[in-house]
């Protein structure tokens, strides 16, 4: 059952809303959100290396994929750095729907660097995801454009650059270890780049809300897992559009859990309508 993509989709699905809702909480007793980017990351990195034992032991023997693999990882390191930040000041619904652009800027990369033909349902499906973030964004008669969205956009805009420079390289490593070595490495690079004192991360840990601090870290590793799984036994065209569900699920539970109350209706339409865009370029 575990070697199914249905599985992969459904635990990957749980594993997204626990790590979305918990990141937001984990932000709350933060007082730096270099110092927590670190510890969660790193935290999660050790986590999912638990796992390494149940997958072969495979690694690359050609040199550019480990040169691959580090450009990825420094751009992973400002996602999750600047996305902290940004997962601080905004909701969870306005977050997960924002998140979605990364999807339009892979697209974007796809053409402009990779040669990829034009095709009108992925212009269209983009223009819905643009769509849905539009309305997620335009609050009390103006657009909402704050530190925190520009923080987000720089997020999926480097995650998305990221994510292009590696592709298919998680097929050439034992799977746990490539994760923890996305997850372990930003963590040492935001240490040094962002100066962030080893005393700082330890801080964060003593001080912080320790329950949601174990439930990012737990879950962060592991769904990145499922999700890779996922798409090893399934199909993009069916993977991609079940796991952009997460968007308007974490809508609902953000609703009911952390009380995001304000424009709950236009939440979930923006949020259906980016889930739309995605099945459209996806199918």
């Not at 490593?173 to 490495?185: D, E, G, Q, R, S």
């Amino acid at each position: 059952m575990i070697n199914t993509w249905w599985f992969n989709i459904v635990a990957y699905l749980i594993l997204c809303v626990i790590f979305t809702q918990s990141y937001k909480l984990a932000t709350k007793k933060s007082k730096n959100d270099g110092a927590l980017t670190i510890l969660l990351q790193f935290l999660s990195g050790v986590i999912v290396l638990l796992l390494a034992p149940l997958f072969s032991f495979q690694f690359p023997s050609d040199y550019k994929t480990y040169i691959f693999l580090g450009i990825a990882c420094v751009f992973y390191a400002i996602a999750d750095r600047v996305n902290t930040t940004a997962r601080r000041g905004l909701d969870v619904s306005t977050y997960s729907i924002l998140a979605q652009l990364s999807t339009v800027f892979l697209i974007i990369w796809g053409v402009v660097f990779f040669k990829e033909p034009i095709i009108l349902k992925k212009i269209l499906g983009s223009i819905m995801i643009l769509a849905g973030n539009i309305l997620v964004l335009y609050k009390k008669g103006e657009f909402e454009l704050n530190k925190y969205v520009i923080f987000s956009l720089l997020g999926n805009l480097a995650v998305s650059i990221g994510v292009s420079v590696d592709v298919g390289i998680s097929d050439k490593f034992n799977m746990p270890i490539y994760v923890a070595l996305t997850l372990i490495i930003p963590s040492l690079l935001i240490l040094l780049v962002d100066k962030v004192k080893v005393s700082n991360v330890l801080d964060e840990y003593r001080k912080g809300d320790k329950k949601s601090i174990f439930l990012v870290s737990g879950s962060w590793g592991i769904m990145i897992v499922t999700m890779l799984r996922a798409y090893q036994f399934g199909n993009v065209t069916t993977i991609a559009p079940l796991a952009s569900i997460s968007t308007i699920i974490n809508v609902f539970v953000a609703y009911f859990y952390l009380k995001e109350k304000e424009s709950i209706f236009k939440n979930i339409l923006a949020a259906i309508i980016v889930v739309l865009g995605i099945i459209l370029i996806k199918i």
